[in-house]
C-alpha cells in the first residue's frame, strides 16, 4: 500500500519563528488532507490540497503530485500553533485516507 | 452548521465486554470512516462506508471488529469481546465528496 512520510517528526521552535513541514507519498493520489491535532485531540481541517497552492492567513500549503509531496508553511507562530500535524492522502482508485505519522510542534513563548 | 458527533465522549469497560461506539455524521454527507488512534500513534483507517455501495471493510483488525451504517447516516461500531490492546481513540469521519471532517473522537479504555 501507499506509504506516507511526515519530516521532521518533532519541531522546537520559539514564538514568532517560520517552520515547513514536510509530506512525501510513495504513489499517485486524488486526495491530500492536512489536519491539526489540538492538544484535546481534535483533529481540525488546515487544507484539502490533492495539487497547487492554498493560503489561510499565517497558513500555507503546497502539494506537487507528480514528485508526490506536499509542504506546509507556518510563519510567525504562536503557541497555539502547537500539537500534532498529520498529513493524509488518498490513493488512486482508493477510497480510504491513509495518515503519516504526524510532525509535533512545539512553539514556546 | 453541526459537525459530526460521536458517543459516548469516553467509554471504561470490562476486558470481555461487548461495546457499540456511534457516530452521527454531517448532514448530507454521503461517506463515513472510522479510524482508530493509539497513544502517541498515527491514525489507522478501520472501515469506509460510501452511500449505498459495500463498506471497504479492509482496515478492521479482526472478526471482533464489525460496523453498520443505517439509512445512509448514523454509524455504529461494535467490538465483541473487548481486549485490552483495543484501548484507543476512535475516530468517525464524513466527507461530502473527498474532504474528510472528523469527530471528537470516543475515548475507549478496557481495563
Given at each position: 500500500g501507499i506509504q506516507v512520510e511526515q519530516s521532521p517528526p518533532d519541531l522546537i521552535l520559539q514564538e514568532g519563528a517560520n517552520s515547513t513541514l514536510r509530506c512525501n507519498f510513495s504513489d499517485s493520489v486524488n486526495n491530500l488532507q492536512w489536519f491539526h491535532q489540538n492538544p484535546w485531540g481534535q483533529l481540525i481541517n488546515l487544507f484539502y490540497i490533492p495539487s497547487g497552492t492554498k493560503q489561510n492567513g499565517r497558513l500555507s500549503a503546497t502539494t506537487v503530485a507528480t514528485e508526490r509531496y506536499s509542504l506546509l508553511y507556518i510563519s510567525s507562530?504562536?503557541?497555539?500553533?502547537s500539537g500534532v500535524y498529520f498529513c493524509a492522502v488518498g490513493p488512486a482508485g482508493a477510497q480510504k485516507l491513509v495518515f503519516g505519522q504526524g510532525t509535533r510542534l512545539t512553539i514556546n513563548p | 452548521g453541526a459537525g459530526v458527533s460521536q458517543s459516548p465522549s469516553n467509554k471504561v469497560t470490562e476486558k470481555g465486554k461487548d461495546v457499540e461506539l456511534r457516530c452521527d455524521p454531517i448532514s448530507g454527507h454521503t461517506a463515513l470512516y472510522w479510524y482508530r488512534q493509539s497513544l502517541g500513534q498515527g491514525l489507522e483507517f478501520l472501515i469506509y462506508f460510501q452511500g449505498n455501495s459495500a463498506p471497504d471493510?479492509?482496515?478492521?483488525?479482526?472478526?471482533r471488529f464489525s460496523a453498520e451504517r443505517t439509512g445512509g447516516s448514523v454509524s455504529t461500531l461494535t467490538i465483541q469481546?473487548?481486549?485490552?490492546?483495543?484501548s484507543a481513540v476512535y475516530l468517525c469521519a464524513s466527507s461530502p465528496n473527498a474532504e474528510a471532517f472528523f469527530g471528537q473522537g470516543t475515548r475507549l479504555t478496557v481495563v
Amino acid at each position: 500500500g501507499i506509504q506516507v512520510e511526515q519530516s521532521p517528526p518533532d519541531l522546537i521552535l520559539q514564538e514568532g519563528a517560520n517552520s515547513t513541514l514536510r509530506c512525501n507519498f510513495s504513489d499517485s493520489v486524488n486526495n491530500l488532507q492536512w489536519f491539526h491535532q489540538n492538544p484535546w485531540g481534535q483533529l481540525i481541517n488546515l487544507f484539502y490540497i490533492p495539487s497547487g497552492t492554498k493560503q489561510n492567513g499565517r497558513l500555507s500549503a503546497t502539494t506537487v503530485a507528480t514528485e508526490r509531496y506536499s509542504l506546509l508553511y507556518i510563519s510567525s507562530s504562536q503557541t497555539t500553533d502547537s500539537g500534532v500535524y498529520f498529513c493524509a492522502v488518498g490513493p488512486a482508485g482508493a477510497q480510504k485516507l491513509v495518515f503519516g505519522q504526524g510532525t509535533r510542534l512545539t512553539i514556546n513563548p | 452548521g453541526a459537525g459530526v458527533s460521536q458517543s459516548p465522549s469516553n467509554k471504561v469497560t470490562e476486558k470481555g465486554k461487548d461495546v457499540e461506539l456511534r457516530c452521527d455524521p454531517i448532514s448530507g454527507h454521503t461517506a463515513l470512516y472510522w479510524y482508530r488512534q493509539s497513544l502517541g500513534q498515527g491514525l489507522e483507517f478501520l472501515i469506509y462506508f460510501q452511500g449505498n455501495s459495500a463498506p471497504d471493510k479492509s482496515g478492521l483488525p479482526s472478526d471482533r471488529f464489525s460496523a453498520e451504517r443505517t439509512g445512509g447516516s448514523v454509524s455504529t461500531l461494535t467490538i465483541q469481546r473487548t481486549q485490552q490492546e483495543d484501548s484507543a481513540v476512535y475516530l468517525c469521519a464524513s466527507s461530502p465528496n473527498a474532504e474528510a471532517f472528523f469527530g471528537q473522537g470516543t475515548r475507549l479504555t478496557v481495563v
